[in-house]
């Protein structure tokens, strides 16, 4: 098992709709968690992070954490064609200082 | 910089060959990390500095590989006898402060492909 699992997709949804992307992680002592977009041949950028249970919001962006579960969410509300991209969970788990695990990366595509 | 800066941005090497990936972190970042992200997958970690000590080195796949800052800033990860497997984006990313968990911003990447 992964330490970070994502659902590699492709994820299609209409421009316009909410897209759902979703991630678990293995190490229940895990603290910080972020989103990351990779465009095609670009490197990862930092979309969200959360590090308490529940919800955060940014904009057309919410993340939502439930470390009971060991289950962190990325919604985007109003999905543009310019969403389209990769989306990777990182996780820091415990005891591996500074680094963040990555999960596989969902591929989302907005469609017009 | 502005970013963080890696180069060359392509490399191609015949298998055998000794390759040097170069990292330029934002100035004053303290950690500075590798990544190796194949085709299609996320990237995986290969080894974290603060500063100039190497403190993890854990992700490295074999000793052909070998990554060194020895200043505290530019890093350069450095590939012996490169194998086919090795083809992949290599990327650099810095951090600010050595707290747990800061985020990561990334170079562009050097994609390496080996013959």
């Known amino acids: 098992q992964k330490e970070v699992e994502q659902n590699s997709g492709p994820l299609s949804v209409p421009e316009g709709a909410i897209a759902s992307l979703n991630c678990t992680y293995s190490d229940r002592g895990s603290q910080s968690f972020f989103w990351y977009r990779q465009y095609s041949g670009k490197s990862p950028e930092l979309i969200m992070s959360i590090y308490s249970n529940g919800d955060k919001e940014d904009g057309r962006f919410t993340a939502q954490l439930n470390k009971a579960s060991q289950y962190v969410s990325l919604l985007i509300r109003d999905s543009q064609p310019s969403d389209s991209a990769t989306y990777l969970c990182a996780v820091n788990t415990m005891n591996a200082g500074n680094m963040l695990t990555f999960g596989g990366g969902t591929r989302l595509m907005v469609k017009p | 910089g502005a970013g963080v800066s890696q180069s060359p941005r392509y490399k191609v090497a015949k298998r055998g060959q000794d390759v040097a990936l170069r990292c330029d972190p934002i100035?004053?970042?303290?950690?500075l990390f590798w990544y190796q992200q194949a085709l299609g997958q996320g990237p995986e970690f290969l080894t974290y500095f603060q500063n100039e000590a190497q403190l993890d080195k854990s992700g490295l796949p074999s000793d052909r590989f070998f990554a060194e800052r020895p200043e505290g800033s530019v890093s350069t990860l450095k590939i012996q006898r490169t194998q086919q497997e090795d083809s992949a984006v290599y990327l650099c990313?810095?951090?600010?402060?050595?707290?747990?968990?800061?985020?990561?911003?990334f170079g562009e990447g050097s994609r390496l492909t080996v013959l």
């Open positions: 100035s004053g970042h303290v950690s």
């Open positions: 990313a810095s951090s600010p402060g050595g707290g747990v968990g800061r985020e990561l911003f």
